[in-house]
């Protein structure tokens, strides 16, 4: 059985807080519970045990994590705080470019890799540094966003070579892709909502999360314990982040407890807290 790991974060003195009490994952065993000032919750199950530490690490130090990716090598790579990094195994091309976002204190929105393990990364909405020998006709589509001065929401490749773009409010590029997906795709932008990111995983399974990360929609052939982890984040008032797979379809999947967003509309500060003391 796959061994899944489950924590809530409580976030105390910051602009938002999350409960940890009120959410019930129906297959996921609580393993441990952590205060902090990250923003998200996070839940994974067979990613490399260095991504499982440096995860822990940087929630416990209080920072946000905003994007993770897993590459086709075994590598991965950690962006929290918007341009603080972490990673393991990645190429030294790849480390130089996000050594100077780094430097630039410039915002690195997301690390994508082909199934080649070729590579892009996007920073500051629609910027972006590439491997030398990144698909042409992927780079076209993103410097005519570029000029367009538009944000690149998501990037992301099939392991069968397709691959797909989402820019702007509802704008999108994509080739060869399942049908299933385009339907979806095409479906959402007649519905004038926003979609926030596309994630594949290596047998081709999909998940789009959209409308502001309020909803998701997926296809059949993703893990059943995401499937479920999903409608129960969101069957609690909760709101999905973002998940990522990893080449043997271990995933991270981050994720957001809204019900006290609620709560915090009630209770002052001082009564929020004396409520997290009694469900503590």
Do not use: C
Not at 13 to 33: C, D, E, K, P, Y
Not at 207 to 230: E, K, M
Not at 237 to 249: D, M, V
Request: aromatic share 14%; proline share 3%; net charge neutral.
């Amino acid at each position: 059985m796959a061994n899944i790991f489950l924590v809530h974060h409580i976030s105390r003195g910051t602009a938002r807080f999350f409960a940890n009490a009120s959410i019930a994952i129906g297959i996921l065993s609580t393993i441990g519970l952590s205060s902090s000032q990250v923003k998200a919750d996070y839940i994974y199950t067979n990613i490399p045990s260095l991504a499982q530490t440096d995860i822990q690490t940087i929630s416990k130090q209080g920072s946000t994590i905003n994007n993770v990716v897993f590459a086709p090598n075994g590598g991965f790579g950690i962006i929290y705080n918007n341009y603080g990094y972490e990673t393991s195994f990645f190429p030294q091309e790849l480390l130089n470019a996000l050594s100077a976002i780094n430097k630039q204190h410039e915002t690195i929105n997301s690390i994508v890799f082909t199934p080649s393990g070729q590579w892009i990364v996007i920073y500051n909405g629609n910027g972006f540094y590439k491997s030398t020998s990144f698909p042409q006709d992927v780079t076209n589509k993103l410097l005519q966003i570029n000029k367009q001065k538009l944000t690149i929401s998501s990037v992301a490749f099939t392991p069968y070579g397709g691959w797909v773009i989402i820019y702007g409010s509802n704008g999108y590029f994509y080739s060869n892709i399942p049908q299933a997906l385009s339907n979806k795709i095409v479906d959402i932008n007649k519905a004038s909502q926003t979609i926030n990111n596309i994630t594949f995983t290596n047998n081709g399974g999909w998940i789009i999360i959209y409308n502001n990360q309020i909803n998701a929609v997926w296809s059949t052939n993703i893990p059943q314990q995401v499937s479920t982890t999903i409608k129960n984040i969101y069957a609690n008032g909760g709101e999905l982040s973002s998940i990522a797979f990893t080449p043997n379809n271990g995933w991270a999947l981050f994720y957001d407890n809204e019900m006290t967003i609620y709560l915090r509309d009630i209770y002052e500060e001082e009564e929020l807290n004396a409520y997290y003391s009694v469900i503590l």
